[in-house]
């Protein structure tokens, strides 16, 4: 036999079986013009090899090949009781056309499991960072420190970053660029200023990180106060003092002296000018 379709589980799409048929006579006696007996145990042969077919995917041809070599292996009576037959040298292929078929076939589902399992994973991250990490501006701050190996300069100067995307993702309006926008992380007690760009103070603070001024710190800090107080900076004066927590600025002068009267007042630095000159005569 060569090439008879065969059914397949899936319809539309037969097996080609082919095999050699043995078969032999279960009478001794019968008038061979009225029996053909080969033709008896093809059909045989073929409901047997039916059973299996119609039972197995298409795309396993090879794996039925040998399902059916076994099967078909064995000398059986056929139903007539008239030969007894079986078959050797088994093959089970499809058209090319449905082979084809089956292998775009195929390919489409294992490109939508992967599809599938790219859009779960993101649908995760989108869940996961819009309702876990970016809920608020304090989650996200909490998220952007781990990533960072707790470096908290950083996340402090990407905060206003943080809180922008938080408010995106949220649909809340956005904060006001200048609330973050000149965050920095202080050293030695000082605060980060929040005034939409470096002030006098944080640029004052950024100057003595790089001085070891150590215990005469807040005597340089004061002296500086009170110079650009006397250079027409009251504000800028009183914003330093408070900075760095030296003197309240309400305080720091009389209640009959207005703040401005020191402008033309003495030098902060001339007793320290003084004691230089003294030095230099001894």
């Known amino acids: 036999m060569e090439q008879v379709p065969l059914p397949s589980q899936r319809e539309d799409y037969d097996f080609l079986f082919s095999a050699t048929v043995l078969w032999s006579p279960l009478k001794q006696s019968w008038d061979n013009t009225l029996v053909n007996p080969a033709a008896l145990a093809v059909d045989a042969i073929l409901k047997r090899a039916r059973e299996v077919t119609e039972r197995r995917e298409p795309g396993r041809a090879a794996l039925v090949a040998h399902e059916l070599g076994g099967v078909l292996g064995t000398m059986r009576d056929d139903a007539t009781g008239y030969v007894q037959a079986m078959a050797e040298s088994v093959q089970v292929t499809l058209s090319t056309q449905d082979q084809e078929r089956l292998d775009k076939l195929a390919m489409v589902r294992k490109d939508r499991v992967v599809w599938e399992h790219d859009r779960k994973y993101e649908q995760s991250k989108r869940e996961y960072l819009g309702e876990d990490v970016l809920k608020d501006t304090g989650s996200a701050v909490v998220w952007w420190l781990v990533k960072n190996d707790d470096h908290v300069e950083k996340t402090v100067n990407d905060i206003g970053l943080l809180a922008t995307l938080s408010s995106v993702a949220n649909n809340r309006e956005m904060p006001e660029p200048a609330t973050y926008a000149s965050l920095s992380f202080g050293h030695n007690g000082d605060e980060p200023s929040t005034n939409g760009g ?14 070891d001024l150590r215990e005469q710190r807040d005597l340089f800090t004061h002296q500086i106060a009170m110079l650009v107080r006397k250079y027409g900076q009251p504000d ?47």
Do not use: H
């Not at 470096?198 to 001085?211: E, I, W």
């Not at 309240?248 to 020191?262: E, Q, S």
């Open 198 to 211: 470096a002030s006098p103070a944080d640029c004052l603070a950024a100057f003595l990180r790089t001085l």
């Open 236 to 282: 800028v004066s009183d914003e330093i003092l408070r900075r760095f927590g030296l003197v309240d600025p309400a305080a720091a002068y009389d209640d009959d002296v207005p703040p401005d009267a020191t402008a033309n007042g003495p030098d902060p630095f001339q007793d320290d000018q003084d004691d230089y000159r003294q030095d230099g005569r001894d």
